[in-house]
């Protein structure tokens, strides 16, 4: 059975720091590349940042420079550092798993962004 599970959600206060974690089983975790989107209420999901079978990394230009994606391939497992947080970036964190570049996923946009699997979502929420 295919899972993804993201960890590490919470309540911070705007400026504060958290580290999402993301940890998968089931499939060939090597050969995928992994996404971490989010949605807010009432706004369409968006991509948040990807790293490649490679270790390639890719960010939205709102969390470039605060946000650090990595991987541990020994472990199945994905991790998202967000540092600075602002209020903005309170949302349900996802992480996903697919076979496309990170590039393709984009154009094919949300919802789905032509990922294969989805974990549930961890949520996040910055206060002011």
Sequence with gaps: EVQLVESGGG??????????????????????????FRQAPGKEREAVSGVSESDS??????????????????????YLEMNRLKPEDTAVYFCAAGRSSWYA??????????????????????ST
């Design 105 to 126: 996923s984009m154009i094919m946009g949300p919802p789905n962004f032509d990922m294969e699997y989805w974990g549930k979502g961890t949520l996040v929420t910055v």
């Design 57 to 78: 990394k890719y960010y939205a230009d709102s969390v470039r420079g605060r946000f650090t994606i990595s991987r541990n391939n020994a472990k199945s497992t994905v």
């Design 11 to 36: 309540l911070v206060q705007a400026g504060e720091s958290l580290r999402l974690s993301c940890a998968a089983s089931g499939f060939r975790f090597d050969d995928y590349e992994i996404g971490w």
